[in-house]
């Protein structure tokens, strides 16, 4: 973040923190329709133009160390696998051999010297190529250059490495808008893997989702951790184009640190926003990174089913250097670890109610607008046309989205 993005983030948690009511002018939000949660029609909508057309986080580049390493995708239901060419560059195809659709690897993560099928050998070089197959001379006039394996589309963003299997998607820097000028702080060129965890849970994927989209729940279920230090009160929010947006919510004290980070490594660019407050970023439609000068989890949010979903914590940390990881780290998980079972406690029983005849919708205050621009920016990608009225969301936020 420059300097200017610094003082105007401070000034607007102290307006926040002043604040007796909403800002002059913002709307009344409707209703969400509870069939949004639950529809099977309306899901099917969500599966195939958002989590099929969007940027996904997929890996590191830590996890594929060397020429041949690869990683294999499965979170939107198609078998995507990321590789690591011999030139270095980092791609994704389908897992799915051009002869009958047999897979190219069945791990889910290895190294390989090139990518044979098992049912019939065809091979395939690392950056897709078909290389050669059994018994050419019983195929007429096969060109060999027309069959390479199906490509993703595959970017990188610092370390990270996302894919989309639209292949029309705008370029992933481009998608991400103002956040990657805003993140060079923590260096993510720079960011070194550490550690990665799922964890079941029994609700719709955006049940979870909207309690990483706001604060107004930590005096209740945070009371003796995130509470503690958090003030709610001067939390600011940004809204972006495309879904994304920024939530910073101030420290009670400039000068709390947490205990989990103390002796931490620290990355030297960050700023004070960064330092001394919480700034936690959305990149529509699932990923939510808190950062902080000693490093940051990616957590994502991925559906399993219409009443199921996973959420899985990726850590990241500055560079160390060569060796083993600081030992601080274990310690660090642990703390997450128990803040995480306190957000996830009413997951399920959420999940009953919004199947349940009591339930109408979600009734959503100021502080939860972001949750209100996420579905927003769901029914844009779905298409008006194609939603029922009844479960459509009113655009309402448009003024107070930030170009």
């Not at 029914?379 to 009113?394: A, F, H, M, S, T």
Request: with cysteine.
């Amino acid at each position: 973040m420059d300097a200017a993005t610094v003082e105007r983030l401070k000034d607007a948690m102290r307006l926040e923190a002043e604040r007796v009511a909403p800002p002059e002018g913002f709307p009344a939000l409707p209703v969400i329709p509870g069939g949004r949660y639950t529809d099977p029609s309306f899901l099917a909508l969500e599966d195939g133009h958002l989590w099929r057309k969007a940027w996904l986080y997929a890996c590191h580049i830590d996890e594929l160390p060397e020429t041949g390493s690869f990683q294999l995708f499965k979170r939107t239901g198609s078998p995507i696998l990321i590789v690591r060419g011999k030139d270095s560059v980092v791609r994704a195809f389908y897992n799915t051999c051009r002869h009958r659709g047999a897979p190219l690897v069945r791990e889910c993560k290895g190294r390989v010297d090139g990518l044979v099928c098992g049912y019939h050998g065809w091979t395939y070089g690392l950056d897709g190529r078909l290389m050669n197959l059994r018994d050419k001379r019983d195929f007429v006039d096969l060109d060999l250059s027309k069959h390479p394996l199906s490509p993703v589309r595959c970017e990188r963003f610092g370390n990270w490495i996302f894919v989309n299997e639209d292949p029309d998607a705008e370029p992933l820097l481009t998608h991400l808008g103002p956040m990657p000028a805003m993140l060079e702080e923590i260096q993510p060129e720079q960011v070194r893997f550490v550690h990665r965890k799922s964890y079941p849970v029994k609700c719709n994927v955006k049940i979870l989702l909207d309690a990483f989209l706001e604060v107004y729940h930590l005096k209740s279920i945070h009371t003796h951790t995130v509470d503690r230090f958090l003030d709610h009160r001067g939390t600011n929010i940004t809204l972006w184009p495309r879904g994304h947006s920024l939530m910073v919510t101030p420290n009670r004290r400039p000068d709390w640190q947490d205990p989990g980070t103390r002796g931490m490594r620290r990355i030297e660019t960050a700023t004070e926003i960064t330092r001394s407050n919480n700034p936690s970023f959305l990149f529509y439609p699932n990923l939510v990174t808190p950062v902080d000068a000693t490093g940051n989890p990616f957590i994502l949010f991925w559906p399993t089913g219409p009443r199921s979903m996973e959420i899985e914590i990726a850590w990241f940390a500055p560079d160390w250097g060569g060796g083993e990881i600081d030992p601080l780290w274990e310690k660090r998980l642990s703390n997450f670890e128990r803040i995480l079972e306190e957000d996830t406690q009413f997951a399920e029983q959420i999940q009953e109610s919004v199947e349940s005849g009591a339930f109408e919708g979600i009734t959503l205050n100021y502080q939860e607008r972001r949750i209100y621009h996420w579905h927003e920016e769901l029914d844009r990608r779905i298409g008006e046309g194609r939603i029922p009225p009844e479960l459509r969301v009113q655009p309402k936020l448009a003024p107070w989205i930030k170009d």
